[in-house]
Nanobody, 121 residues
Framework: QVHLVESGGGLVQAGGSLRLSCAAS????????MVWYRQAAGKQRELVAA???????NYADSVKGRFTISRDNAKNTVYLQMNSLKPEDTAVYYC???????????????WGQGTQVTVSS
C-alpha cells in the first residue's frame, strides 16, 4: 500500500504565501516525477509544477516566478512554496507521484486527496 498525504493548504490574502507538502508513505521502491496539479471550481485539473528525481523542474506559465517546487528524496516528500498568491490561484491542489512499489517492476501514478487553497482579494 502507498499513500500520498498533502498538507499546508488554507486561506490567505492576496500577496501572501503558503507552503504545501506531500509525503509518500508505504512500500516504496523509488519515485520518478512528483507533480502538483490544481483544480478550480468548474475547471479542468491543470499541471502546476513538476520535479524529477534528479531535481529538474517545470512550471505552468501562470505560476513561473511565484511558485517553487522542491523535493526531499530521503523523505519521499515534495513541497510547493507559493508566493505572491493571487485570487486566481484558488483551487484544490493535488499531489501526484510516478512511483514503483517494492518488489514491483511497474511504475504507477498515485494521487493525494487534495488540499484546498483559497486566496482572498
Amino acid at each position: 500500500q502507498v499513500h500520498l498525504v498533502e498538507s499546508g493548504g488554507g486561506l490567505v490574502q492576496a500577496g501572501g504565501s503558503l507552503r504545501l507538502s506531500c509525503a509518500a508513505s508505504g512500500s516504496i521502491g523509488d519515485i520518478n516525477a512528483m507533480v502538483w496539479y490544481r483544480q478550480a471550481a468548474g475547471k479542468q485539473r491543470e499541471l502546476v509544477a513538476a520535479v524529477t528525481s534528479g531535481g529538474s523542474t517545470n512550471y505552468a506559465d501562470s505560476v513561473k516566478g511565484r511558485f517553487t517546487i522542491s523535493r526531499d528524496n530521503a523523505k519521499n516528500t515534495v513541497y510547493l512554496q507559493m508566493n505572491s498568491l493571487k485570487p486566481e490561484d484558488t483551487a484544490v491542489y493535488y499531489c501526484n507521484a510516478d512511483l514503483r512499489q517494492l518488489y514491483s517492476f511497474a511504475y504507477v501514478q498515485y494521487w493525494g486527496q487534495g488540499t484546498q487553497v483559497t486566496v482572498s482579494s
